[in-house]
Nanobody
Framework: QVHIVESGGGLVQAGESLRLSCAAS????????MGWYRQAAGKQRELVAT???????NYADSVKGRFTISRDDAKNTVYLQMNSLKPEDTAVYYC?????????WGQGTQVTVSS
């Protein structure tokens, strides 16, 4: 069984920063890509950022230069540093672990950015 815990969401003002964390434990092995996705109210879930085992990163155009994804494989943890937040970043953020055999999602953490 795999247990995933997200943390770090909250309510901030535009221009402020937040750091999201996501830790996986249990029977999760051979993690390839770790990533963050988000879903705003009334919209589809969209990719925010991903990071490979080699540290190669990929970002949505809307967050490039403001968000940074990182990972700690020893802890099965992925982070998302979000700077210069904008109201349009408001969404539920989900972490994702892609392994050889499966795909796992976190429970989601709410990020709300007020103007």
């Amino acid at each position: 069984q795999v247990h995933i815990v997200e943390s770090g969401g909250g309510l901030v003002q535009a221009g402020e920063s937040l750091r999201l964390s996501c830790a996986a434990s249990g029977s999760i092995f051979r993690i390839n890509i770790m990533g963050w996705y988000r879903q705003a109210a009334g919209k589809q879930r969209e990719l925010v950022a991903t990071i490979s085992t080699l540290g190669n990163t990929n970002y949505a155009d809307s967050v490039k230069g403001r968000f940074t994804i990182s990972r700690d494989d020893a802890k099965n943890t992925v982070y998302l540093q979000m700077n210069s937040l904008k109201p349009e970043d408001t969404a539920v953020y989900y972490c994702n672990y892609n392994t050889v055999q499966n795909n796992y999602w976190g429970q989601g953490t709410q990020v709300t950015v007020s103007s």
